[in-house]
């Protein structure tokens, strides 16, 4: 049975079992879920939408997506960030068919309407005249979502009761700050986001980056191999995994920290002018975390994730250098998602450096690097298996958590709940139980 878009929050009440630590396999597969998360979360929650590197001057547009609609994230001619709805207020055509540049404004292709990059109504290229006599003319300025930033980070969300981003964003803001905010200068963007349609529900890329630990060493044991120099490469990323911290950040943000062996030397894969910057801008507890980090994977409720590590593909004779991917999971339909992956860097670095951090960064996490085909196989065949007649029946299994979920770390240096393993498979669920959250509208202010 199809869960209709009339469901009631006590119709999917029970998809999710907060106590026993399982799902429904249903709320990845049913076309009337994935309709009711476009209302109940992607139009109530932050999205993120992107970084300020990506329009620095007046003007400066790229185009992205919240939720399935379509915005321009513009920089108007007074500096100010907006976030317009890429649909025009006369018959709902696109106004901007690009992905990124520098405009005055925006025409619309059909009949020519005009709005400035305020999302302001300028012309109708009709009778203007009529228009403005018979009709409050600025009604037809394009609709403009709520904008939101944390330091250069930019979300946004249609839903004007919404807490502020800073509440939103909670404890995960002392974690964004050590990815974001680790230099004075900060962060700026490698080029434009990738783009690639993986053949999966949307939920399963935030899940696995909220984070999945135990798949490292078994989905990408063979790149864990040719990436990492000596033989027991793999045995070491599993020790590693099952003894570092993951984080429940609050909110239904999530990620896991996962701590290099002693044998490594602290800050692996940056170079010494960004270490000291690193060392004169984050706090001691930022720093104990940041320097043993070889992984650091997290979501930010409900699509947006990070990935960093340092790699290097000729481990036997070249050090290697860290990369950091950031992401939307956009849920184009029940069983599609489309990937928008950016590689970031900081501003200080050097040019040498950055190249390279591109380099591993599409070598490893973009629509060809190894780690996302491993995961994109891993991914397309949950959906081949959840979705027959009887596949949708059953469950998905977090039980590990149960064995977790009491045991919180009380040394741990950061704010929110640490638990003492990247296998703990807590903070991965607790993607699900926020999604529970809203999807059974007990969240005040997105009702
Ligand atoms: S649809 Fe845009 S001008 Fe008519
Ligand atoms: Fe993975």
Redesign the pocket.
């Given at each position: 049975m199809l869960i209709d878009e009339t469901f009631q929050p006590s119709d999917i009440e029970h998809l999710v079992d907060v106590e026993n630590a399982t799902a429904s396999r249903q709320i990845f597969c049913d076309p009337g879920i994935w309709r009711m998360e476009l209302q109940r979360i992607f139009t109530r929650t932050w999205l993120f939408v992107g970084h300020a590197s990506e329009i620095p001057k007046a003007g400066d547009y790229v185009t992205r997506l919240m939720g399935n609609d379509p915005v321009i994230l513009v920089r108007d001619a007074g500096g100010e960030i907006r976030v317009l709805h890429n649909s025009?207020?006369?018959?709902?055509?696109l106004?901007c068919r690009g992905t990124s540049g520098n405009a005055r404004g925006f025409t619309?292709?059909?009949?020519?309407?005009v709005f400035d990059n305020s999302g302001a109504i300028r012309a109708?290229?009709m009778d203007d005249a009529l228009y403005k006599q018979h009709t409050d003319y600025h009604h037809f300025d394009l609709k403009r979502a709520r904008v939101g930033t944390y330091g250069d980070l930019i979300f946004a969300t249609w839903n004007d009761d919404a807490i502020s981003l800073d509440d939103y964003l909670g404890d995960a803001r002392w974690y964004l700050d050590i990815m974001f905010h680790r230099t004075p200068e900060g962060m700026e963007v490698l080029g434009a986001p990738h783009r690639w349609v993986s053949t999966n529900n949307w939920k399963l890329g935030p899940m696995n980056f909220g984070a999945d630990g135990p798949h490292a060493v078994k989905v990408h044991g063979p790149i864990t191999d040719a990436t990492f120099a000596g033989g027991n490469a793999r045995q070491m990323l599993r020790d590693a995994l099952i003894e570092s911290p993951s984080v429940s950040m609050g909110n239904g943000h999530n990620g896991i920290w996962t701590q290099a062996p002693e044998a490594f030397p602290p800050f692996l894969g940056w170079e010494p002018a960004l270490i000291e910057l690193f060392q004169k801008t984050l706090k001691p507890e930022q720093l104990q975390l940041m320097q043993r980090a070889v992984a650091s994977v997290s979501t930010i409720f409900p699509n947006f994730s990070w990935v960093q590590g340092p790699a290097s593909f000729e481990p036997a004779t070249k050090m290697p250098t860290t990369f950091l991917a950031i992401r939307n999971w956009q849920p184009i339909a029940h069983d599609r998602t489309e990937i928008w992956n950016w590689f970031m860097v900081e501003k200080e670095a050097s040019e040498a450096f950055k190249e390279e951090a591109k380099r591993m960064g599409i070598r490893t996490f973009s629509a060809g690097g190894t780690f996302d085909q491993d995961d994109a196989e891993a991914w397309h065949s949950i959906q081949r298996g959840v979705e027959g007649e009887i596949g949708r029946t059953l469950d998905v299994s977090f039980e590990m958590a149960l064995a977790y979920r009491d045991r919180a770390l009380v040394d741990f240096p950061g704010p929110g709940t640490a638990y003492p393993s990247n296998y703990a498979e807590v903070t991965e669920f607790d993607v699900l139980v926020e999604w529970q959250r809203y999807m059974t509208c007990k969240i005040d202010w997105a009702r």
């Open positions: 025009c207020t006369h018959r709902g055509s106004v619309c292709p059909y009949h020519g309407w109708t290229a």
